[in-house]
């Protein structure tokens, strides 16, 4: 897989688990909603609110998120290991700082005092230097 393909891919990822998180957070907030009071002879669940299909849908989302975090981290891991093989301190501190802590280019550019154009021409060095890694 290329890099840029590859890099892609982990930000899928990412957004994939954090709208997971986002359903799960709408469900357990609508489960621990305050109800309307019913006016009925129908007897009372005594666990006083959540039903067994409302937790059992709450603990599968919770393990899905889960193993879609063990996932990722794998991902980056080989990643992480691949930018480490490059020789050049500033291709690693390039791809780490865009793709893993999702700066800005210009704060990049800042942190590193080069221009936008000139990080930009390092950048596509970086990448094609871990294509030869990743490859």
């Given amino acids: 897989m ?3 393909e590859y890099l892609k891919k982990i930000a899928r990822m990412e957004s ?3 709208s997971k998180k ?3 957070a709408v469900l357990k ?3 621990s909603g305050i109800s309307s009071p019913k006016f009925d002879d129908m007897p009372r669940n005594p666990n006083k609110g959540k039903s067994r299909l409302e937790e059992t ?3 599968y989302l919770d393990l899905e998120i889960k193993e879609d975090e063990k996932k990722l981290e794998h991902e980056k891991l080989y990643l992480l ?3 480490g093989r490059i020789e050049e301190p500033e291709y690693q501190t ?3 700082s865009r793709y893993f802590k999702h700066q ?3 704060d990049i550019a800042n942190s590193l005092f080069y221009t936008k154009r000139w990080l930009y021409s390092l950048h596509g060095r970086a990448l094609e230097r871990l294509d030869e890694e990743l490859g």
Avoid: C, H, P, T
Wanted: charged share 30%.
């Fill in 16 to 18: 994939y688990i954090q």
């Fill in 57 to 59: 849908i709450i603990r």
């Fill in 94 to 96: 390039i791809l780490i």
């Fill in 81 to 83: 290991e691949a930018i």
């Fill in 104 to 106: 800005s280019w210009d």
């Fill in 2 to 4: 290329v890099a840029k």
């Fill in 29 to 31: 907030e609508m489960s």
């Fill in 22 to 24: 986002e359903r799960l």
